[in-house]
């Protein structure tokens, strides 16, 4: 018997109940259309006040259109950008952010989902060599793909770093929300106090129905991004609809509320699973990811159950994300689960 809600992906939880009533007092008559409506611009102002005074803000659909943008935003196509390899940008956005920039990406090896400014110099070489495409951004995700965290400093001495040489900084920030939790700290200490020039914020997986934003440090890093956003088909209609969600989300914390529920689930799903002896966990448990080996033959009968992924086959490694609206029930009825099956 399948559960209704799983271990896939945050991005398969439902829409938060205050995020869909944001949606349906947005749908009251008429607004002017593409960002000129008041919500929209009332909701610009609150990312200001949680971000920083400075950040310019834009919506989009969806986080590969805000990672193409922030990309688009600060290159040329004669440009490369670094990155982990286990990066979004590099491994799941089926080459939109090469293509539709003409920037090479230039992928670090890294067990934890995280790089260095060790690593990034190894590709710090080359300047004005035509030969040679221009290192011009850093990415890093926040918390990883491997549900690791960077901590503040980590951000701050690659921001340091990567500006020194002159270049700029983007954070993809599908799961900012939860590494601002793991940290307890604010989402503007974590990127643009950190010297974030460029940050892909993610709504989707913390409960909104759809949308993500590219929010930029200042005005300036920002000059052309209306163009990008109408070229690159993110450009919303009625983009009323879109603001509402991120101004439930940042109102009264929500998106705290949110990501720390995922984050305590995630947490006690931890704690059951080291009690098992046949499940060996591969990464910390920094946020609302964990990642486990559990012995082969057993993933098929464990997503009868309970849908979740397979992020390594040749070695039965899985990953289980939890959500907002992940409840204690699901984790004790999955955890009896491997029990059984695992051992």
Known sequence: MKHIRGFASDNNASVHPKVMEALVNANDGHAIGYGGDKITERTQQLFKKVFGKEVETFFVYNGTGANVISIQALTHSF??????HTAHINVDECGAPEKLSGCKLLPITTNNGKITVEQISQYMHGFGFEHHAQPKLISITQATELGTV?????????ADYVHGLGLYLHLDGARLANAAVALDCSLADITFNAGVDVLSFGGTKNGLMFGEAVVFANAQLADNVKYIRKQSTQLHSKMRYTAAQFEALLTNDLWKENASHANIMARKLETGIRQLNNVKLTQPVDSNGIFAIVPKGTIAKLQEEYFFYIWDES?????WMTSFDTQEEDIEGFLEVLKREVG
């Open 79 to 84: 440009n490369a950008v670094v990155c982990a």
């Open 315 to 319: 070695r039965s490694e899985v990953r």
């Open 150 to 158: 960077y901590t503040i400093d980590e951000v701050r001495t690659i």
